[in-house]
């Protein structure tokens, strides 16, 4: 079992900044990519920003150059610094991982969700 734990969602105010979190946690043996999906009201997830084990970023365009994502392997978490926030980016923000299970099975994991709701 792996599990992805996600935390820093709130309110914030536009123009502002916010920082999600990720921890992996379980049968853990590596872990390749992680990233951060988001769903708005009504609309499909889409990619925000995915990072990979070597530290290659790419980004979803209407986050590109505000948001930033980076990792910490020692501590299987991954972040997400959103700059300069618009009410746009309220949205439900799901981690997500691919996994290489201590049973040596590929997983993609998916975090629970945390809620990010941009107003003044």
């Known amino acids: 079992q792996v599990q992805l734990v996600e935390s820093g969602g709130g309110l914030v105010q536009p123009g502002g900044s916010l920082r999600l979190s990720c921890v992996a946690s379980?049968?853990?043996?590596?872990?390749?990519?992680m990233g951060w999906y988001r769903q708005a009201p009504g609309k499909q997830r889409k990619l925000a920003a995915v990072?990979?084990?070597?530290?290659?970023?790419n980004y979803g365009d209407s986050v590109q150059g505000r948001f930033t994502i980076s990792r910490d392997n020692a501590k299987n978490t991954v972040y997400l610094q959103m700059n300069s926030v618009k009410p746009e980016d309220t949205a439900v923000y799901y981690c997500?991982?691919?996994?290489?299970?201590?049973?040596?099975?590929?997983?993609?994991?998916w975090g629970q969700g945390t809620l990010v709701t941009v107003s003044s």
């Open positions: 990072i990979s084990a070597g530290g290659i970023t």
């Open positions: 379980g049968s853990i043996l590596s872990i390749n990519s």
């Open positions: 997500n991982a691919d996994v290489v299970t201590t049973e040596l099975r590929f997983r993609e994991v």
